[in-house]
């Protein structure tokens, strides 16, 4: 699954695929938030990003795109 999570004060958004599901992601931001405290995620190659809740500005959601090779394939 996609994961892009924007950040205050930051030019670019961060993203990865991960291999844990909508729903797991979902929770985890959620509790990071609720508490106050970081988000940590780990991506399909096992790098951990660990983020403060009160930094994130969005959170991107969505199936990876995967198979996509050349201009325009669809």
């Known amino acids: 699954?996609?994961?892009?999570?924007g950040v205050?004060?930051?030019a670019r958004d961060?993203?990865?695929e991960s291999k844990s599901?909508?729903?797991e992601?979902?929770?985890?931001?959620?509790?990071a938030i609720a508490d106050?405290?970081?988000l940590a995620?780990?991506?399909?190659?096992?790098?951990?990003?660990?983020?403060p809740a009160d930094k994130i500005a969005y959170v991107e959601l969505g199936e990876?795109?995967?198979?996509r090779v050349g201009f325009g394939a669809s």
């Open 1 to 5: 699954m996609e994961v892009r999570i």
């Open 8 to 10: 205050h004060n930051a």
């Open 41 to 51: 995620l780990t991506d399909e190659k096992g790098r951990q990003y660990i983020i």
């Open 25 to 31: 992601v979902a929770k985890a931001i959620s509790k």
């Open 21 to 23: 599901s909508q729903d």
């Open 14 to 16: 961060i993203g990865f």
């Open 64 to 67: 990876s795109a995967r198979g």
């Open 36 to 38: 106050g405290g970081v």
